[in-house]
DNA sequence: TCAATGACCTGCC
DNA sequence: GGGCAGGCCATTG
């Protein structure tokens, strides 16, 4: 891998790491703020490199609020464990109150 | 180098 | 309003 592809997964990296604790956010929200709004499904894909990384993964889901990722997860239920281990109120892979738990680094981190 | 894949998003029927 | 199909771009084999 060369540096300059890999500034990409890191940069996504790093985004994933300023999500304050108990929020959540979007593939299409992180995509949007490097720049690439049209590559979110990169996002989730180095995301699957990120469970090597200190990553919070897990507070990474779609555009509803689904843990469509949570497949790619050590365990099944993991994900909603770590997320309801922070406040994080999920039910049937749903996040409840989205609305309000969701973290827009575009808006935050500007 | 070419072709296939993917933890998504948007638009159309 | 719900469901289906296409597209997008970077990474990997």
Do not use: C
């Amino acid at each position: 891998m060369k540096p300059e592809t890999q500034s990409f997964y890191n940069r996504v990296y790093d985004v994933v790491r300023q999500i304050p604790y108990g929020r959540v956010t979007s593939y299409g929200a992180i995509a949007k703020y490097l720049g690439a709004a049209r590559s979110s499904r990169l996002v989730g894909y180095a995301m699957n490199n990120s469970h090597d990384k200190e990553v919070p993964a897990h507070r990474v889901v779609n555009r509803n609020g689904l843990l469509t990722g949570k497949h790619h997860f050590k365990g099944i239920n993991l994900m909603q464990q770590l997320l309801e281990n922070e406040g994080v109120v999920v039910t049937n892979d749903q996040i409840q109150n989205f609305d309000q738990l969701y973290w827009d680094p575009a808006k935050h981190l500007s």
